[in-house]
Nanobody, 125 residues
Framework: QVQLVESGGGLVQAGDSLRLSCAAS????????MAWYRQAPGKDREIVAA????????YYADFVKGRFTISRDNAENRVYLQMNSLKPEDTGVYYC??????????????????WGQGTQVTVSS
């Protein structure tokens, strides 16, 4: 199985940028569809972005389109989330997730088998 560790979160002001990183170990990252989810206090975990194994396909939630970019470096076993023009409503714990199934790219939380411990992102107004 794969182990995932997120980093890069922090406290920033509205309009600032952050780059989250997810380091994978135990298995080659190229085996997995990867995604970033987030969870705000009192709310359900929601998908932010996902990327296919071969980097050919990406998905973005409407609320981050044009501001966030997901990328992966299979050689380095890392996935990234570049977050620009951050808003207070982007505050939450951000999780990296891996899907070992057969789908090209999934938006469903249930299909992701492996999760990191999360990294806190706080955006002040």
């Amino acid at each position: 199985q794969v182990q995932l560790v997120e980093s890069g979160g922090g406290l920033v002001q509205a309009g600032d940028s952050l780059r989250l990183s997810c380091a994978a170990s135990g298995r080659t990252l190229s085996r997995y569809v990867m995604a970033w989810y987030r969870q705000a206090p009192g709310k359900d975990r929601e998908i932010v972005a996902a990327i296919s194994r071969s980097v050919g396909t990406t998905y973005y939630a409407d609320f981050v389109k044009g501001r966030f970019t997901i990328s992966r470096d299979n050689a380095e076993n890392r996935v990234y989330l570049q977050m620009n023009s951050l808003k207070p409503e982007d505050t939450g714990v951000y999780y990296c997730a891996a899907d070992s199934g057969v789908s090209t790219l999934s938006r469903s939380l249930r299909t992701y088998d492996y999760w990191g411990q999360g990294t806190q992102v706080t955006v002040s107004s």
